[in-house]
């Protein structure tokens, strides 16, 4: 299960950090990040950590990091340099294995980030 927090209405050039806690019967992750969706618009996939690596989308690049800390098994998103086009639903994932051994794949509930201009 995982559980996001930390959006909320933030001004042009403001930030915010985004947290996602992972709990249950989890034996490891593999990767962990963020996708959004804007109004009007597809799911996209902004931010990623796995293994030590990170990537990012185009758009958010040089203004969000995504980080970890393993042994609170929570990742966040700190997003700096906010404009009024990262307005958007945040979404939090993870995949890995439960300590049944059993591949998985999970979403957060979403968390809403307002940008205004």
């Known amino acids: 299960q995982l559980q996001a927090s930390g959006g909320g209405l933030v001004q042009a050039g403001g930030s915010l950090r985004l947290s996602c806690a992972a709990s249950?019967?989890?034996?490891?992750?593999?990767?962990r990040g963020w996708y959004r969706q804007a109004p009007g618009k597809q799911r996209e996939l902004i931010a990623a950590?796995?293994?030590?690596?990170?990537n990012y989308a185009d758009s958010v690049k040089g203004r969000f990091t995504i980080f970890r800390d393993n042994a609170k098994n929570t990742v966040y998103l700190q997003m700096n340099s906010l404009k009024p086009e990262d307005t958007a639903v945040y979404y939090c994932f993870a995949d890995g294995i439960t300590t049944g051994r059993v591949p998985f794949g999970s979403w957060g509930q979403g968390t809403l980030v307002t940008v205004s201009s």
């Open positions: 249950g019967s989890i034996f490891s992750i593999n990767a």
């Open positions: 950590i796995s293994s030590g690596s990170t």
